[in-house]
């Protein structure tokens, strides 16, 4: 005589799900990539605001596509906020693959042009202090999340 399971049928699929949910609890997602910067084009030249488009190459090491909704990412070269950086809306980069992604930086053009000339000489020499913080809104496998972003590093001019 044969026993009937009470979980019968549900029980492979109870066993999925928990292999599903142990892969994507496993690790944590990996940073992405900048490959290459490039500045793509000036959109507006003015007194007071400068727009460049700045195309990132960016590579995405997860196994899963990543979708960018929004991102606010302050500017800042030496100790002066300088303008913003924004990613355009809606890029995508699937899992394991790599895209171009357009960053709009929008410089007080008052500003930058301030710091350049106070701090000229350090930053021909040492390179420039850039600061990047702010956040980066993404959505993966429907599921969105926010990043919070603080990076660092100075920019040599001249190698």
């Known amino acids: 005589m044969r026993a009937d399971s009470p979980l019968g049928w549900t029980l492979p699929l ?3 799900v928990l292999v599903v949910l142990g892969t994507g609890c ?4 990996e940073d992405f990539e900048v490959r290459s910067v490039s500045i793509a084009d000036f959109n507006a030249l003015g ?3 400068t727009v460049v488009g700045i195309d990132i190459g960016l590579h995405n090491p997860n196994g899963y596509k990543v979708q960018i909704e929004d991102s606010r ?3 800042w070269v030496g100790a002066d906020s300088v303008g913003v950086l924004q990613f355009v809306p809606g890029a995508e980069i ?14 007080d053009s008052k500003r930058f042009s301030d710091v350049l ?8 020499v040492q390179g420039a202090p ?3 913080e702010g956040w980066v809104r993404g959505k993966a ?3 969105r999340k926010t990043l919070t972003i603080h990076h660092q590093q100075r920019i040599r001019v001249v190698e």
Not at 26 to 29: F, I, L, N, T
């Open 14 to 16: 109870w066993g999925v």
């Open 26 to 29: 496993m690790g944590q997602p």
């Open 47 to 49: 007194n007071e605001e």
């Open 73 to 75: 990412l302050g500017l």
């Open 94 to 107: 699937a899992g394991h693959g790599g895209m171009s992604v357009r960053v709009d930086a929008v410089l």
């Open 117 to 124: 000339s106070r701090n000229w000489f350090e930053y021909l």
């Open 130 to 132: 850039v600061r990047v």
């Open 141 to 143: 496998w429907g599921i």
